[in-house]
């Protein structure tokens, strides 16, 4: 038998069954007791004298490993090691004993019951001495040492092996009191410091009791900051601390000082299951103002935490000083460094069913390891090998994966909102002056205060136009009312409500034109005014909605089946290869996100899904997403004159009141992309299709208008709490836009529509609006025009404007993947501390980039025209570009990935040692472009030469099998409630909630294991709370599966292009290598948020597992994962993951 842990069933082996009850003993019944008792104290006394004798009449089959738990009965029967249990007795040859209470404090440890390991460990009351004993006369493997735990109880002790094992740990001094001579002692106390045995420790320092069990811990405040102290105690309540007047140290009892660290707020705590598997959370310190936070469970708040390579290290010290194999301890985060100030011993993570898995996994696994050959019982190691992260290439030979590199757009939002002015009034001037706009001639907006400001201004000039009536002061005046209504209206918004006003999702960009703006078309009269000038731009709403959330999470789990030992049912447990990854040090990863609002909340919600984290997505924002927006990086805030000139052109084409003719398809569609032709065809006449559009959105305002007036509609609730009236002004505001004062069409606005309607096609259906489907159909195919064309016409024009947004990201994706094969040094385990890990030098190094739709556009055409392959001479390329052209639209959760591997076989110089792959998906789903969608070759198609060799179920190329398109006929997929296969907790207040499996669910294609499942999900709608509407009560569309555009690059190749396309960039290159010096000289970033602000983190997460499989179904390897993978331990501050810099 291979693995220890395939559930409980019947199943037949070596003539004995396995039992599917648990074997799981709690002592004896009441009325059996004394009976009971004789009869346990005479077996285990015959078992004593002879162990092998009795064991001899059995097959070896039927022998099982005994774990006794020896605690009192408050820890044996808590709700975390309940959870431990059950699971651990998942293992077949595994059986559980817990001591009795009364046998512990009132037997002779020769009655009490036998048992082959022991997890005993010591809490209030508990006879430690007696476990010591117990241990001694029958020899089991102990989980905790129980000597060490004599040491635990005693602070001096604990501070003493800390430091003989070089762990940091905040400057202290001791102070030993005799009880009987209290007063001669080395302190002297002075107003604002004490001296402790010579050393001097200035306020704020902390006072401890050295008897590790009294939890009277004082912070003693200087009299510049009020003086006082903070007195913590055990939790109470809600109450862990209380702040006192009295600033005078304690005067009798032996204590530690030690100087306070500042950490923000939060303390670390941080819990081992061997020396290989760490978990962190985060919660808010005691120290703080005493309140403890609580969810609406009444739980105390935490939040998953990145531990670093270094904290990592700090762990497995800690857990083999103490020989404590579960041991958990608090570190502290302070001024870029680690401190661990408290080890605890035995105890577990509270609430988290990923860490109860995990746990028992590691545990079982353990003592499986230790005692199965001792005992002969027919357990195999579980395989070592998914440690290395192996896979089959496409040319058949394995190869190690080394690097990940993901570029990916943001989830689903509301729709974008946006309006431009040009403005030449002085107090505009003064406000760029004001924040620094000349600096870099733009400026952009976003706190409250700075659109106060911008408010103002509009109702000032607003009162000043008052007066006059000329057309051109119309126009200015309609654009200021617009502008006030837009702040007014946010600043008034209630916080739950559709756009509300907050600085993540509204801003105000200013441009300095030096000439004014440039003319739209050459039909346009010349009747602009002379100097200077500023472009104001408003932009609001674009907002992530929950629907977007689910999307990011989901392709998150579904991104694990790209590490080896992930693939099947990414939803499974947390022993996948990713998360085998993190718990051995070698998952290097770092998060990147632009500064909009939408795509850090992507980015959150992505690295939860990844990493199986639990709770709310801020506080994984705050510790785990890097801010990028600087050099242009992730961000890009003002068009390149290339593209004015390329959208002017765009105007003009379509402005035609005739049908397209051949001279209009080499015109704007030069490189002949199929799309775009498609798209040309359904439109014939550009002015007409517009003319049909306008209508259509007059005669959607006028129906809102009318569902207003019905009384019937009053309480209509939209999705994501938007209104029926704020629906009207979004419609009201693209109706008076698009047709302009001279009856011609603002093309700009296109993208706009195709927005609105796409986002009501698919959340607000339910509003019943006539002829939206055909507002949806013209409106796309106009959008599938100038969306992709407004970067760009012609190849030389899509380079351009390419060049202009993504050099900076090229840089470093070029760093990235010369720094996994150059720098192994970043991650590397410490040689002293590698046992178990078979290549403990190297790492996967993981880099995601989230970002917005024009940093996908640009980095896809420098890919398909920079240079990166003949089309003529690759026949794969050819593919890739034929498919690329027929893909109409890079939508939400579009994704380019760049996966690097090694073949160590191959002569470290050979160009063949390292092999790149280039995947791509165009994201979520329209909502009836199924049929319609071009088809790619597959997620890393296999080659010619293996074409022949069936992949294995569930393996990496059967993931992009997909069984469900021609199912269902479109409109059913759209009506039809699909149930996504996972299995979540219902969480309060949280909007990422996924249904149920129903019971007789049976769609083929969800239940298939490839990489994105091809079925749409659909989120349940949730009990509205609080007079807040439904959310996430709408279809969430499904992913489309990554296609491989290329499989057999070499890096040489890969790195000779970037490089080439980051030197052409002249201008740009120069201003990228300023900034980069300037990064390598600071090696810092700030963060996106203060850094550990204690924040709400509620509800605990099922683990996520197929209903209909037992708990440890399928290979796991032999030790899981909890915390995130570790940041660079190589700068200041890194242990926060928000430290940002090239060499990254």
């Known amino acids: 038998m291979s693995e220890p842990c395939n559930g409980p069933g019947p199943v037949q082996e070596r003539g004995r069954i396995r039992r599917d009850v648990p074997r799981f003993v709690i002592g004896c019944e009441e009325d059996e007791q004394d009976m009971g008792q004789m009869e346990a104290g005479m077996k285990n006394e015959m078992l004593h004298q002879d162990d092998m004798e009795v064991y001899e009449n059995e097959s070896p089959s039927e022998r099982q490993i ?91 002790e604990v501070y003493r092996i800390l430091q003989e094992e070089g762990i940091d740990l905040p400057r202290y001094g001791v102070l030993n009191r005799d009880p009987d001579n209290p007063e001669e002692c080395n302190l002297v106390e002075g107003e604002d410091h004490v001296e402790v045995n010579g050393e001097v420790f200035p306020k704020p320092f902390v006072e401890k009791p050295v008897c590790a069990e009294d939890h009277n811990v004082y912070i003693y405040y200087p009299t510049s900051a009020g003086g006082g102290s903070q007195r913590l105690f055990r939790k109470i309540g809600s109450r862990s601390s209380v702040y006192s007047p009295e600033s005078n140290v304690r005067k009798t009892g032996s204590y530690i000082y030690e100087e306070f660290m500042p950490t923000d707020g939060t303390d670390v705590k941080v819990y081992t299951v061997g020396p290989d598997y760490a978990h962190a959370e985060a919660r808010k310190s005691p120290a703080l103002d005493g309140k403890v936070e609580r969810d609406s469970e009444g739980k105390e708040i935490r939040f998953p935490v990145m531990l670093t390579a ?100 943001h989830g689903d939002r509301t729709p974008k909102q946006k309006m431009k002015m040009e403005v030449r009034h002085p107090l505009f001037f003064e406000l760029f002056k004001k924040y620094g706009g000349y600096k870099t001639g733009k400026l952009k907006l976003k706190k409250p205060k700075q659109l106060q400001e911008v408010l103002d201004i509009a109702r000032l000039l607003l009162v000043e136009l008052g007066q006059h009536n000329d057309c051109e002061i119309e126009e200015k005046k309609s654009k200021l009312e617009q502008l006030k ?98 718990s051995t040090y070698r998952h290097d990863l770092k998060i990147y996100a632009s500064d909009e609002g939408r795509v850090q909340m992507t980015a959150a919600a992505f690295a939860k899904g990844l990493l199986a984290l639990e709770g709310e997505l801020t506080p994984i924002l705050v510790q785990m997403v890097k801010s990028a927006n600087m050099n242009g990086l992730l961000d890009s805030d003002s068009l390149t004159d290339c593209q004015q000139k390329v959208k002017a052109r765009l105007h003009e084409i379509m402005q035609k009141d005739q049908e397209f003719i051949q001279d209009d398809f080499q015109k704007l569609a030069p490189t002949g992309s199929p799309s775009l032709v498609n798209s040309m065809k359904v439109i014939e006449n550009p002015v007409k299709t517009c003319d049909k559009v306008y209508a259509l959105i007059q005669s959607l305002t006028s129906q809102i208008r009318k569902r207003l007036e019905d009384p019937k509609s009053a309480d209509l609730q939209l999705y994501h709490s938007e209104t029926l009236e704020l629906m009207l002004q979004r419609w009201s505001k693209l109706e008076r836009d698009f047709r302009m004062k001279n009856g011609r069409y603002d093309i700009s606005k296109i993208p706009d529509i195709y927005d609105c309607i796409k986002y009501d096609s698919q959340h607000n259906a339910s509003v019943g609006l006539e002829d939206t489907l055909e507002l949806f159909r013209l409106s796309r195919a106009l ?130 040692r390292f092999h790149v792959e280039l ?103 949730i009990k509205p709370a609080g007079g807040l509407g439904f959310e996430g009560c709408s279809m969430v569309p499904s992913i489309y599966p990554l296609e491989t555009l290329h499989n057999s690059l070499s890096l040489k190749q890969v790195e000779e292009f970037l490089s080439k396309v980051c030197e052409s960039s002249g201008e740009a290159q120069a201003k990228t290598m300023k900034a980069l010096s300037g990064l390598f000289d600071s090696q810092s970033q700030t963060s996106l948020y203060s850094p550990q602000q204690p924040l709400s983190s509620s509800g605990s997460e099922a683990s996520f597992r197929p209903p209909a499989q037992p708990l440890w179904h399928g290979r796991i390897p032999s030790s899981a994962v909890s915390s995130a993978g570790p940041s660079s331990p190589t700068t200041d501050g890194s242990n926060l993951g928000l430290n940002f810099s090239f060499s990254e």
Not at 973 to 995: A, F
Request: charged share 25%; net charge negative; proline share 6%.
């Open 485 to 582: 209504t837009v702040l007014e209206m946010e600043s008034s918004l209630n916080v739950n409500q559709y756009g509300h006003f907050s600085g993540i999702n509204r801003k105000v960009q200013l441009t300095y034109l030096r000439n004014g703006q440039p003319k739209a078309s050459s039909e346009e009269e010349d009747c602009k005014k002379d100097g200077p000038s500023l472009l104001l731009v408003l932009k609001w709403g674009g907002e992530l909605t929950p629907a977007g959330r689910v999307q990011a999470e989901e392709l998150g789990r579904a991104f694990r089946c790209m590490y080896p030992g992930g693939q099947g049912d990414f939803a499974g447990f947390p022993g996948c290869g990713l998360l085998r990854l993190h």
């Open 310 to 409: 270094m904290e990592k290290l700090v762990a497995r010290k800690v857990c083999l000083a103490f020989k404590q194999t579960v041991c958990g301890f608090d570190l502290l985060r302070a001024n870029g460094h680690s401190y661990v100030c408290d080890v605890n011993g035995f105890s577990f993570v509270k609430n988290s069913m990923k860490y109860y898995d995990d746990c028992a996994k590691v545990l079982g696994n353990m003592v499986m390891r230790e005692l199965a050959p001792q005992l002969h019982i027919p357990w195999s190691i579980p395989m070592e090998a998914e440690d290395i992260p192996i896979v089959p290439t496409t040319s058949g030979t394995m190869m190690e994966l080394r690097c990940v590199i993901a570029i990916i757009r």
């Open 783 to 912: 959008a599938d025009i100038v969306i992709p064309q407004e970067y760009g016409i012609n190849k030389a024009e899509k380079l351009d404007i390419a060049e202009a947004y993504c050099v900076p990201l090229m840089k470093k994706i070029y760093l990235d993947l010369q720094r996994t094969h150059e720098e192994e040094a970043v991650n590397k385990l410490h040689p002293l501390y590698s046992r178990g890990v078979m290549s403990p030098g190297r790492h996967v190094r993981t880099r995601l980039y989230f970002t917005s739709e024009s940093h996908v556009h640009s980095l896809l055409s420098m890919f398909r025209y920079g240079g990166l392959l003949d089309e003529v001479k690759d026949q794969q390329w050819k593919q890739a570009m034929d498919y690329l052209s027929a893909v109409t639209e890079l939508n939400y959760m579009t994704q380019i990935v760049i996966m690097l591997y090694e073949d160590n076989n191959k002569d470290p110089s050979s160009e063949e």
């Open 66 to 156: 005994v774990v006794g738990i020896c605690a009192m009965v408050k820890k044996s029967k808590s709700k975390p090691m309940t959870e431990i249990l059950e699971r651990l007795c998942k293992f077949d040859y595994i059986d559980v004993v817990i001591f009795p209470e009364e046998v512990i404090l009132e037997e002779p440890v020769e009655k009490w019951p036998l048992c082959d390991c022991l997890i005993s460990f010591h809490s209030k009351g508990f006879p430690l001495d007696k476990a010591v004993e117990y241990a001694k006369l029958r020899n089991p493997m102990l989980i905790n040492d129980l000597n060490m735990q004599y040491f635990i109880q005693d602070r001096r």
């Open 919 to 1021: 995947h791509f998906s165009p994201g979520v789903k329209g909502c009836e472009d199924e049929e319609n969608v071009p088809l790619g070759f597959g997620f890393r198609p296999a080659s010619s030469e293996n074409e022949d060799k069936k992949p294995n179920q569930g393996s990496l190329e059967d993931l992009s099998q997909d069984q469900t398109d021609d199912a269902l006929p479109v409109t059913e997929l759209i009506n039809l409630q699909r149930r996504s296969p996972m299995i979540r907790n219902r969480k309060t207040g949280s909007m990422e909630v996924l249904s149920e499996t129903s019971p007789n669910h049976s769609s083929k294609g969800c239940t298939s294991h490839r990489l994105f499942q091809s079925c749409s999900r659909q989120s349940p709608e």
